[in-house]
């Protein structure tokens, strides 16, 4: 299962989806799209305004600067994650 830790100044998503085989699983890939292309996002408008730790099966989001253009990225990517969590409780859980 995917874990998504949201809190004001931190993201953290863990884990592994385990919806179908590595390479074929939609829920990972999902999950990744949506928090590489935010954080590509971010990193566009204000490249000092967050700070990215990445292993595998681990990625965790700090929040170093709140401008306008990072808040709605990141209230966008938490409800695309909502959104997923939705269609697929078994594989991805918010708390």
Request: glycine share 4%.
């Amino acid at each position: 299962m995917v874990k998504i830790s949201i809190k004001d100044d931190e993201i953290i998503i863990s884990g592994h989806a385990n919806y179908d085989d590595y390479g074929k699983d939609i829920v990972c890939a999902s999950v990744s799209t949506i928090a590489i292309t935010t954080i590509n996002a971010i990193i566009e408008f204000d490249k000092d305004s967050i700070n990215v730790e990445e292993s595998v099966g681990y990625l965790k989001i700090n929040i170093l600067k709140h401008t306008k253009e990072t808040d709605t990225l990141i209230s966008n990517m938490n409800k695309l994650f909502e959104e997923l969590e939705l269609k697929y409780p078994k594989n991805i859980k918010i708390n």
